[in-house]
């Protein structure tokens, strides 16, 4: 079945610098890539998604990559904000089965103002 | 977006009683739910998908005679815990898959916090 990895588990920036998180997943056949920002007892909030018929999709502070011959995709925020400071987790999807995720493990963004 | 919603938020109970947490969509109608639990600090684990009007998809692992889902309705799925113990203390979160416009994407509820004493 789908496995996806997730780095890092825990990201610090400073205010205002660009955060970069990286997931790369195994079945081939996944074709849709969603970001969750999720807050403490919250539950995910979709920020981004991509399906592997595009390489890069951007909503303005927001990005998301997508490298369907290595299998991982991106997500990159810019000009950090205090409040990006949350848990994200990528995702992954293959057709069938009623759309399930696969999820990675998270990754901790703090952003230091 | 599209709303799913959880009942109840947060339940506390003793050893060896079941517990129902509700999960409905609230303005679309789901053929395919899916249910998670999350420890803390750790990640989503897919539990089973929950099909209306069919049996439960347990994922490896997931004891569906512990975990008995039910969805009943296009807009209703059930997840009961029976005999619960304090290791099946945690975060359980439903989600529907919206797929009419303006969406295509999955809506997760606000989550179920279980403790088991």
């Known amino acids: 079945g789908e496995n996806v990895e997730q780095h890092p588990s825990t990201l610090s920036v400073q205010e205002g610098d660009s955060a970069v998180i990286k997931c790369t997943y195994s079945d081939s056949a996944s074709n849709y890539f969603p970001w969750y920002k999720q807050e403490l007892g919250k539950r995910p909030q979709l920020i981004i998604d991509?399906?592997?018929?595009?390489g890069e999709k951007k909503d303005q502070r927001i990005a998301v990559t997508l490298n369907k011959t290595a299998k991982h995709f991106s997500l990159h925020i810019t000009e950090t904000q205090p409040e990006d400071s949350a848990v994200y987790f990528c995702a992954a999807s293959r057709p069938g089965g009623g759309n399930k995720l696969v999820f990675g493990a998270g990754t901790i963004l703090r952003v230091k103002s | 977006g599209a709303v799913v919603s959880q009942h109840p938020s947060r339940v506390i109970c003793k050893s060896g009683t079941s517990v129902k947490i509700e999960c409905r969509s609230l303005d679309f109608q789901a053929t395919t739910m899916f249910w998670y639990r999350q420890f803390p600090k750790q990640s989503l684990m897919l539990m089973a998908t929950?099909?209306?009007?069919?049996?439960?998809?347990?994922e490896q692992g997931v004891e569906k005679d512990k975990f008995l889902i039910n969805h009943a309705s296009l807009t209703l799925s059930t997840l009961t815990v029976t005999s619960a113990h304090p290791e099946d203390s945690s975060f359980y979160i439903c989600?529907?898959?919206?797929?009419?416009?303006?969406?295509?994407?999955?809506?997760f509820g606000p989550g179920t916090r279980l403790t088991v004493l």
């Open positions: 929950s099909n209306e009007g069919s049996k439960a998809t347990y």
């Open positions: 991509i399906r592997s018929n595009v």
């Open positions: 989600s529907a898959w919206h797929s009419g416009a303006p969406y295509n994407e999955q809506f």
